[in-house]
C-alpha cells in the first residue's frame, strides 16, 4: 500500500506540469479559437529561459521563474500579433501548418543559442532535501511542484471568475459579437489571452527545470501527452484539463510501477474510451 501511496504522489506531481500545459491550450482554444500545436514550444523556451537566469547569469529560483515568464510572454505577444491573427478565420489546417511550422523554428533556435547536448540544472537549495512519506523520502521539489500547480490553478480561477478582465473574456468567448458592440477590443483581448496562455506553459517549464533535463526536443514530447490530458477532460474547459491531468499523471505513474511495458496502450485507451462515451470530453462544453 505505501508502493501505491508513493507512486500516485509522483503521479501527482508530473499531472501538475500536464496541468500547467494543458490549460494554456485550453485558453488559446477556447478563447482565441487557436489550436496551438506549438504550445510544448513555450514549454521548452520557458524551461531553457529559467536554466539561463538560474544557472548562468546566477539569478535566485524565483527571479529565474520572472524571467522565464518575461520571455515567454513576449514571445507569446509576437506569435499572435504578428501570425496567429491573420488565421483566426481560416480553416483549422492553416492553424495547424503555421503552428507546426513554429516547433520548427523554436527547436532551431534552441540548437543554435543553447546547443544540442543535454542541459541538467542543479536542484535550488531551498529545495534540496526529502521529507519522510508513508515511511519513504519524498523529494521537496516534488511537494512544492504539487502545491505550485493547485495554487495556479486558484490563481486562473480568480482571474477568469473574479477579476473585470476575466468577465471581458469570458463575454468575448460566449458572445463575440455582443461583446464587441458594448466596446470590448477583441484583437487586444485575445493577445492578451494567448499571451497568458504562453505563461502557462512556460511557469510548467520553468518550474520542471530543477528534475527533468532540458533539450530541444521536449516541447514536442510534453504536447501529446498535454493534448492527451485536454481530449480527455473537454476542448476549452480548464476544469476538465485538470481533471485530464490528475488522471493521466496518476494512471501513467501507478502504470510505470505495475505494468509498465503496456503504459502508453492504457493511456491511449483511457483517451480512446472517453471518446466513445462522451466525445466532447468529461467536462466539454464548461469553462
Given at each position: 500500500?505505501?508502493?501505491?501511496?508513493?507512486?500516485?504522489?509522483?503521479?501527482?506531481?508530473?499531472?501538475?506540469?500536464?496541468?500547467?500545459?494543458?490549460?494554456?491550450?485550453?485558453?488559446?482554444?477556447?478563447?482565441?479559437?487557436?489550436?496551438?500545436?506549438?504550445?510544448?514550444?513555450?514549454?521548452?523556451?520557458?524551461?531553457?529561459?529559467?536554466?539561463?537566469?538560474?544557472?548562468?547569469l546566477g539569478l535566485n529560483f524565483w527571479l529565474s521563474l520572472v524571467f522565464a515568464l518575461i520571455g515567454?510572454?513576449?514571445?507569446?505577444?509576437?506569435?499572435?500579433?504578428?501570425?496567429?491573427?491573420?488565421?483566426?478565420?481560416?480553416?483549422?489546417e492553416f492553424q495547424l501548418i503555421l503552428t507546426f511550422a513554429f516547433i520548427l523554428v523554436f527547436d532551431?533556435?534552441?540548437?543554435?543559442?543553447?546547443?544540442?547536448?543535454?542541459?541538467?540544472?542543479?536542484?535550488?537549495?531551498?529545495?534540496?532535501?526529502?521529507?519522510?512519506?508513508?515511511?519513504?523520502?519524498?523529494?521537496?521539489?516534488?511537494?512544492?511542484?504539487?502545491?505550485?500547480?493547485?495554487?495556479?490553478?486558484?490563481?486562473?480561477?480568480?482571474?477568469?471568475?473574479?477579476?473585470?478582465?476575466?468577465?471581458?473574456?469570458?463575454?468575448?468567448?460566449?458572445?463575440?459579437?455582443?461583446?464587441?458592440?458594448?466596446?470590448?477590443?477583441?484583437?487586444?483581448?485575445?493577445?492578451?489571452?494567448?499571451?497568458?496562455?504562453?505563461?502557462?506553459?512556460?511557469?510548467?517549464?520553468?518550474?520542471?527545470?530543477?528534475?527533468?533535463?532540458?533539450?530541444?526536443?521536449?516541447?514536442?514530447?510534453?504536447?501529446?501527452?498535454?493534448?492527451?490530458?485536454?481530449?480527455?477532460?473537454?476542448?476549452?474547459?480548464?476544469?476538465?484539463?485538470?481533471?485530464?491531468?490528475?488522471?493521466?499523471?496518476?494512471?501513467?505513474?501507478?502504470?510505470?510501477?505495475?505494468?509498465?511495458?503496456?503504459?502508453?496502450?492504457?493511456?491511449?485507451?483511457?483517451?480512446?474510451?472517453?471518446?466513445?462515451?462522451?466525445?466532447?470530453?468529461?467536462?466539454?462544453?464548461?469553462?
Amino acid at each position: 500500500m505505501s508502493n501505491f501511496i508513493f507512486q500516485a504522489l509522483n503521479g501527482l506531481s508530473s499531472a501538475m506540469f500536464l496541468w500547467l500545459v494543458a490549460a494554456g491550450l485550453t485558453v488559446a482554444f477556447g478563447v482565441c479559437g487557436i489550436l496551438n500545436v506549438a504550445h510544448g514550444s513555450l514549454y521548452m523556451m520557458g524551461a531553457y529561459f529559467a536554466f539561463t537566469s538560474f544557472q548562468i547569469l546566477g539569478l535566485n529560483f524565483w527571479l529565474s521563474l520572472v524571467f522565464a515568464l518575461i520571455g515567454a510572454g513576449i514571445i507569446g505577444f509576437l506569435m499572435e500579433r504578428f501570425f496567429l491573427r491573420r488565421i483566426y478565420d481560416q480553416p483549422i489546417e492553416f492553424q495547424l501548418i503555421l503552428t507546426f511550422a513554429f516547433i520548427l523554428v523554436f527547436d532551431n533556435l534552441t540548437k543554435m543559442i543553447w546547443g544540442t547536448m543535454l542541459i541538467i540544472p542543479t536542484m535550488p537549495s531551498l529545495f534540496q532535501g526529502t521529507i519522510p512519506i508513508v515511511g519513504r523520502p519524498f523529494p521537496i521539489y516534488n511537494l512544492f511542484i504539487i502545491f505550485a500547480g493547485i495554487a495556479v490553478g486558484l490563481i486562473i480561477w480568480v482571474i477568469l471568475k473574479k477579476t473585470w478582465w476575466g468577465m471581458k473574456l469570458r463575454a468575448a468567448v460566449s458572445q463575440r459579437e455582443m461583446a464587441n458592440a458594448i466596446g470590448i477590443n477583441i484583437p487586444t483581448l485575445f493577445t492578451a489571452a494567448f499571451v497568458f496562455a504562453a505563461l502557462l506553459a512556460a511557469i510548467g517549464g520553468a518550474l520542471s527545470t530543477p528534475i527533468r533535463v532540458c533539450d530541444s526536443g521536449v516541447g514536442g514530447a510534453v504536447i501529446i501527452p498535454a493534448f492527451v490530458v485536454t481530449v480527455i477532460g473537454g476542448l476549452g474547459s480548464l476544469k476538465g484539463a485538470f481533471v485530464g491531468a490528475l488522471i493521466i499523471g496518476v494512471i501513467s505513474a501507478l502504470c510505470t510501477l505495475y505494468i509498465p511495458f503496456i503504459e502508453l496502450f492504457i493511456l491511449y485507451l483511457i483517451m480512446a474510451v472517453v471518446l466513445i462515451i462522451r466525445p466532447q470530453g468529461l467536462f466539454g462544453g464548461e469553462r
